[in-house]
């Protein structure tokens, strides 16, 4: 056997720019002794979480049917199809986090005993310092008309289970959190409905 790759290590660390959410910097990477990269980026949020978690993203169910928001990207130039999704507070549990961002971007309410974790995921992991926790919210109720909080937004609807998975394969869905979120929700859901695996 070989002998064991050695992971690259972090020689210098540069900020290049902020804002009130990130820390973009330029990090000088060496492998076995030799530079290999002066410039690689990761963009670091700031509030970050236990095991990196920075944000969550809540699959909304009211009725058997999958909450979207149809959200306007600027960086694609298109509007998506999204769960609402969002950065944790300071001193915020994962959990709570998800279920203030389904208040907060749709007007829907979900009792803590509702929401479910569906895993994590790391959204982009050669570049961004994060992961998402996902949830299902699965007794939605209205607990307010819809209303756009962010910039972007432009309407909530509902979708049955087929209604979404067609929208995901002819990439009307393309956000990685939206559809990681519902596969994994429908498999949870059908190993519910077959019993205990």
Request: aromatic letters at 10%; hydrophobic letters at 40%; one cysteine or more.
């Amino acid at each position: 056997m070989g002998a064991k790759p050695q992971q690259p290590e972090q020689k210098k660390r540069k900020l290049v720019c902020e804002n009130n959410q990130f820390n973009i910097f330029f990090d000088e990477l060496t492998s076995q002794g030799r530079t290999t990269i002066r410039d690689y980026l990761v963009v670091a949020p700031k509030r970050v979480a236990s095991n990196l978690v920075t944000g969550v993203a809540i699959l909304p169910i009211v009725d058997g049917k999958i909450g979207l928001i149809r959200i306007y990207r600027h960086p694609i130039g298109q509007y998506s199809w999204e769960i609402p999704r969002g950065f944790i507070d300071r001193q915020e549990v994962s959990a709570s986090a998800a279920g203030r961002e389904l208040k907060e971007e749709t007007g829907l309410d979900c009792k803590s005993e509702a929401i479910r974790s569906l895993g994590f995921i790391t959204p982009d992991g050669g570049i961004l310092a994060a992961r998402v926790q996902l949830f299902a919210a699965t007794e939605c109720a209205k607990e307010r008309e819809y209303a756009p909080a962010e910039i972007g937004h432009r309407e909530l609807r509902f979708f049955n289970i087929q209604e979404v998975e067609e929208m995901i394969f002819r990439s009307e869905v393309q956000d990685p959190s939206t559809v990681i979120a519902f596969f994994m929700y429908r498999r949870f859901e059908n190993q519910a409905l077959d019993g205990p695996v």
